[in-house]
């Protein structure tokens, strides 16, 4: 967007120039001012701001800025946009969904596919060799963890969850080579998942961590899926960390999923077939 703007600059009025000019200038800034802010700092109308933006090609300035906003958003790594007592309920809304989006933009521009593919083939080679597949969380990551079990059902992939601290020292302690464990943590310091990374590793097993860059979690596993969010632990901070890990999960449980191919259609479909037939009776 900033690029067209560039390219249209001689094709525009003098005054549309100036306003065009501090859109270049300062893209996060124009996109939160009134329309009388703006025309101050271009030194022109209000009319010439909403122009300018119909210029562009947009229906005017509240459809210009929130592009702008929006390709802000997907040009920087984070945009954290803390949630003040007095905001209103469509401050609330707005600031919690731009964290996650711009939360989700920045993992998907600082990913590894690499990674990602070595984690697949791990999970997928476990499945396809009879052996166990786990997930640890605790806390917010022990809901990830239940839920990564979940979408593993549905594609026909039997596996544990855990968020009980003793339950997962306990099944580490059973894993073996060839099983394979993901481990869940926004902080990569919880003690327990700690002692289990540490269990599974020791007894041959395929260590995966969800966690942030530089934790001991990281360290501690062979496989690390670097999820980095800065989650605030202020009244208002909305738990963001626990989106990304879902979407990582998302985007690993696919992966297997095209892996594993024709392989799993067998059981899905019997699965479905259960589902549909399952009546539930008081």
Not at 61 to 88: C, Q, W
Not at 113 to 133: D, L, M, P, S, Y
Not at 172 to 201: W, Y
């Amino acid at each position: 967007m900033l690029d067209r703007i560039t390219a249209s600059l001689p094709s525009l009025a003098p005054a549309e120039q100036r306003v065009a000019r501090l859109v270049l200038a300062d893209p996060r800034v124009f996109a939160h001012l009134p329309v009388r802010e703006l025309a101050v700092r271009a030194h022109v109308s209000k009319p010439t701001v909403v122009r300018f933006c119909r210029s562009m090609g947009y229906d005017g300035l509240a459809d210009f800025k929130l592009k702008l906003a929006g390709s802000v958003s997907e040009g920087v790594p984070f945009i954290h946009r803390s949630v003040d007592s007095d905001d209103k309920t469509s401050d609330v809304m707005v600031k919690v969904v731009d964290n996650a989006v711009a939360a989700f933009l920045q993992y998907r521009n600082a990913a590894s596919t690499a990674v990602i593919e070595q984690a697949a083939q791990a999970i997928a080679a476990t499945w396809q060799t009879g052996k166990r597949i786990e997930f640890y969380g605790a806390g917010n990551s022990g809901i990830v963890a239940l839920d990564a079990q979940h979408k593993f059902f549905r594609l026909g992939v039997t596996s544990l969850a855990t968020s009980d601290g003793h339950m997962q020292v306990m099944s580490a302690t059973l894993l073996g080579p060839g099983d394979c464990v993901v481990i869940i943590s926004n902080s990569g310091r919880t003690r327990d998942l700690m002692d289990a990374a540490d269990i599974a590793r020791k007894n041959g097993a395929t260590t995966i961590a969800i966690t942030a860059s530089g934790s001991p979690l990281a360290s501690a596993c062979q496989i690390h899926l670097a999820a980095d969010h800065p989650e605030g632990y202020d009244r208002y901070s909305p738990m963001v960390s626990r989106l990304l890990h879902l979407l990582i999960i998302d985007v690993l449980a696919t992966c297997v999923a095209l892996r594993i191919g024709p392989a799993l259609q067998p059981a899905r479909e019997q699965m479905k077939n259960n589902l549909r037939a399952k009546r539930y009776t008081g």
